[in-house]
């Protein structure tokens, strides 16, 4: 009985412990269907910069990605490389409320 009255104490009190703690969004974005070789690309509005190496585009009709942190601003865009423009592009931004 006192190990499953230790176990319960523990266990209440490590699921306090996040309580009311947030994690970072994961997107998922729905990507239009385009035929031909096309790149994501991730623009980071805050830092003025790509936010990593541009992927291949698996023309899986989404594209998962967990957003780096709250409050900014991200535009994910298709480049289509054969093309040479933006077949695609859209603005994401997170924003915690109280």
Known sequence: MKKYILA?????????AFSGEVGLPCE???LPEI???CLVCIWDE?????LQDFEQYDHAGV???????????YWVG?????????????WIGHFQVD
Do not use: H, I, R
Not at 8 to 16: D, I, R, S
Not at 78 to 90: N, P, Q, S
């Open 8 to 16: 319960l104490f523990l266990l209440t009190v490590g699921l306090n």
């Open 28 to 30: 998922v974005l729905a």
């Open 35 to 37: 035929e031909g070789d």
């Open 46 to 50: 805050a830092s003025g910069s790509w």
């Open 63 to 73: 594209f998962d990605f967990e957003v780096p942190a709250w409050g900014q601003w």
């Open 78 to 90: 298709l480049w289509d490389m054969a093309a040479g423009e933006y077949v695609f592009g859209k």
